[in-house]
């Protein structure tokens, strides 16, 4: 790996740069920002304190090194009561997988991994291919002399369909767990604003409530669904019944919200893309055994997570220089993946390419779900090339204005059949 070139520019120019980012236009296409920032170098300084990381060699080293930690409760405690971090959906987002260390991230990832694993994958394959084929049946019929937001109609509801047929949730629930999911997520952005955080706390509190009711009625009738399982599971590594089924709700809070909100965008991604390059879309249907690498292509090209963030521990260093213990960095994995340095032509949507990322992270913190959210988007993609061939964009979609969670809200098609 090449040394990073470490900016020298002043916290303000990387000020205006995110304040343009963050507008509904920066977000419909934020990678002529990130050309610019990574001009400024491989490392510049944020504004809000720490720095940013634009290479995918040094995001990737940080990611894979043990000697950087995930922004634990321990440390969100320590940025004191007036911040973001303590935040009553930040503490509650820092009791779930994502923001554990060892030895507590190993500790609850061996006792989550079942829900993962290749069985439990098998056995929902037939849950995300009849959840598709309804929806772009559904699809279908709004299609008929008209054009339709697939965003909407397909990639917000198949993800919430899966989990909620998988956990055993009530169909008219599905809704409202989505919206409360989207609203949650707030306290997971790069900057939120107060009247966002509230949100977040709202939505938090809800899904508590709702899933504190969801683990009493598992507890009083258990089947053969995960959160069953996992209260079994727990049960035999928890003796203290309270403790373990607050580890069981920390698990189903945490798996609805990766489930929901990223898996949506990388769906909506993965059509979008394919249809701004019909010809890309046209080869795909003569070879649809490489669809599983154009969805690679889609992860890296345009991946739903934008930004990641790591803590300095006590042996941490970037090139061999080393960083505050306690410090934080910014992992822009967005621009990473079109790092000139690790892909030629980065900014050239290719299905031929051997796409590389870090959109699903990197180490011991690889994104648990990876495979369901991949095998969701394989599996519609495939749908749609099969029974719409001449599917095309009616407009171009619109976006949110975040940051680390980028969110398209619509996505209008047309068939011309």
């Known amino acids: 790996m090449e040394p990073p070139i470490v900016a020298t520019v002043d916290r303000r120019s990387v000020t205006a740069l995110f304040s343009r980012l963050r507008t509904s236009r920066g977000q419909t296409d934020p990678y002529p920002h990130y050309a610019e920032l990574r001009s400024m170098g491989d490392i510049v300084p944020a504004p809000w304190g720490g720095h940013v990381v634009t290479s995918f060699g040094l995001c990737e080293h940080i990611l894979r090194s ?20 303590t935040a009553a959906s ?11 260390n060892p030895p507590e991230h190993t500790h609850v990832r061996k006792a989550t991994a ?24 559904r699809l279908s019929e709004r299609l008929h002399s008209r054009e339709a937001d697939l965003h909407t109609a397909v990639s917000e509801e198949l993800p919430v369909t899966v989990i909620g047929k998988w956990l055993g949730l009530p169909p008219a629930d599905y809704a409202r767990l989505r919206e409360l999911t989207h609203e949650q997520v707030f306290a997971q952005e790069l900057l ?8 977040s706390d709202a939505a938090t509190e809800q899904l508590r409530d709702y899933f504190t009711t969801l683990i009493r ?23 203290d019944r309270e403790a373990a089924d607050k580890a069981v709700h920390r698990v189903v809070f945490f798996v609805l919200l990766a489930a929901l909100e990223t898996t949506a965008t990388l769906l909506t991604h993965s059509v979008l893309h394919l249809l701004q390059h019909p010809r890309q879309w046209h080869w795909l249907r003569a070879h649809p055994d490489q669809v599983p690498a154009a969805v690679e292509e889609s992860l890296r090209f345009d991946p739903p997570t934008h930004v990641i963030s790591r803590i300095a521990g006590p042996g941490a260093a970037i090139d061999g220089v080393g960083v505050e213990a306690g410090s934080m960095v910014h992992l822009l994995v967005g621009a990473a993946n079109r790092d000139p340095a690790q892909h030629l032509e980065p900014d050239t949507f290719d299905v031929t390419r051997r796409a ?9 913190h690889y994104c648990l779900g990876a495979s369901l959210a991949r095998q969701e988007a394989v599996t519609l993609v495939t749908a749609l090339l099969d029974r719409f061939p001449r599917l095309r964009l009616a407009r171009a979609p619109e976006w949110a204005p975040r940051v680390a969670f980028r969110r398209p809200l619509t996505l209008y098609v047309t068939d011309s059949r």
Not at 90 to 100: F, G, I, K, V, Y
Not at 124 to 131: A, G, N, R, T
């Open 192 to 199: 939120p604003s107060a009247s966002q955080l509230a949100r």
């Open 356 to 364: 590389t990322h870090l959109s699903f992270s990197a180490g011991m």
């Open 66 to 85: 043990r000697d950087w930690l995930v922004p634990d409760a321990r440390w969100r405690q320590q940025q004191g009561a007036a911040t973001r971090w």
């Open 217 to 239: 009625q598992r507890r009083a009738r258990p089947g053969s669904d995960p959160v069953s399982a996992c209260l079994r599971a727990w049960d035999a590594l928890e003796p």
């Open 114 to 137: 079942a829900m993962f694993d290749r069985r439990s994958l098998r056995a929902l394959q037939h849950v995300v291919e009849k959840s598709t084929e309804t929806l772009t049946g």
């Open 90 to 100: 930040s503490r509650e987002m820092a009791q779930t997988l994502p923001s554990l």
